[in-house]
């Protein structure tokens, strides 16, 4: 796929595009609070390979290509936000893209969420890999734990092959912020009534970021047809440590859409 740097209201975000057939939906992959474009690897390849569907990642701001955050201090609905940022990028698309699948992990599953809670008409369906509705005790141990890393391993010369310079704001930027006091009470289950299009739900049973919770609330609260896909003994990467079953399963699902 060729990248190239889309302007969307004077910030300049890294995207790539590939449409290959104007009558096929389009999956937007979102990616996780330390991922980027290229940590998708060939997974987005693959699945619109499998699928026969178009495919855009893209750069949230701060990260990969994309222009660098303003500052590391992030407001409590920062994915809520996320969720408007993607609106407006695929405005600026337009009209190539029509038909949106979201394909999200991590907070961007949690941002796929949001977007199709708050702009039901873009989307056709979602795939929530890992994603969070609400803050949980696991969680901060899991950041606890990779903050630990990044003072004590090689996390940080990992991370600036795809990040370059901005990796201290946004490992702060996800550390800090969700360690807040006042993040504690974050929560999205409100909005999950709002959600009406079809929603694949993949977790690790041995996630280190969340339990099963996630999963069952979110898959109960929706109002559209909602299904669940748990990997036993995979953690919270399911597309790197399981690909072809979630390949599999994905792909089954986007399917089944059709």
């Given at each position: 796929?060729?990248?190239r740097?889309?302007?969307?209201?004077?910030?300049?975000?890294?995207?790539?595009?590939h449409?290959?057939?104007?009558?096929?939906?389009?999956i937007?992959?979102?990616?996780?609070?330390?991922g980027s474009?290229?940590?998708w690897?060939?997974?987005?390849?693959?699945?619109?390979?499998?699928?026969?569907?178009?495919?855009?990642?893209?750069?949230r701001?701060?990260?990969?290509k994309s222009?660098?955050?303003?500052?590391h201090?992030?407001?409590?609905?920062?994915?809520?936000?996320?969720?408007?940022?993607?609106?407006?990028?695929?405005?600026e698309?337009?009209?190539?893209?029509?038909?949106?699948?979201?394909?999200?992990?991590?907070?961007?599953?949690?941002i796929?969420?949001?977007?199709?809670?708050?702009?039901?008409?873009?989307?056709?369906a979602v795939?929530?890999?890992?994603?969070?509705?609400?803050v949980?005790?696991?969680?901060?141990k899991?950041?606890?734990?990779?903050?630990?890393?990044?003072k004590?391993?090689?996390?940080?010369?990992?991370?600036?092959k795809?990040h370059?310079?901005?990796?201290?704001?946004?490992?702060?930027?996800w550390?800090?912020t969700?360690?807040?006091?006042?993040?504690r009470s974050?929560?999205?289950e409100?909005?999950?009534?709002?959600?009406?299009c079809?929603l694949?739900?993949?977790?690790?049973?041995?996630?280190?970021?969340?339990?099963l919770?996630?999963?069952?609330?979110?898959?109960?609260?929706?109002?559209g047809r909602a299904?669940?896909?748990i990997?036993?003994?995979i953690?919270h990467t399911?597309?790197?440590?399981?690909?072809?079953l979630?390949?599999?399963?994905?792909?089954?699902f986007i399917?089944s859409?059709?």
């Open positions: 796929m060729n990248g740097i889309l302007e969307v209201k004077g910030q300049k975000f890294y995207i790539e595009y449409n290959s057939d104007e009558k096929r939906p389009t937007v992959f979102l990616h996780d609070s330390l474009v290229q940590l690897r060939d997974f987005p390849t693959r699945l619109c390979e499998a699928t026969g569907c178009n495919v855009l990642v893209y750069d701001l701060g990260y990969g222009d660098p955050m303003p500052t201090e992030r407001p409590v609905n920062y994915m809520e936000l996320e969720a408007h940022v993607l609106h407006d990028l695929l405005l698309i337009e009209p190539d893209i029509e038909d949106v699948i979201l394909f999200g992990h991590s907070d961007g599953g949690t796929a969420l949001i977007m199709a809670a708050v702009y039901p008409e873009w989307v056709r795939v929530c890999e890992a994603g969070h509705i609400f949980e005790d696991v969680t901060l899991g950041v606890y734990d990779a903050w630990e890393a990044y004590t391993t090689n996390l940080p010369e990992r991370l600036q795809y370059g310079d901005k990796v201290d704001t946004l490992f702060r930027a550390t800090e969700w360690t807040r006091d006042d993040y974050w929560n999205i409100h909005l999950l009534k709002h959600i009406t079809p694949l739900f993949i977790q690790g049973e041995a996630d280190e970021y969340g339990t919770d996630q999963v069952e609330k979110t898959v109960s609260q929706v109002s299904e669940k896909y990997i036993p003994g953690g399911p597309h790197k440590e399981a690909p072809e979630v390949l599999l399963r994905a792909a089954q399917k859409l059709q």
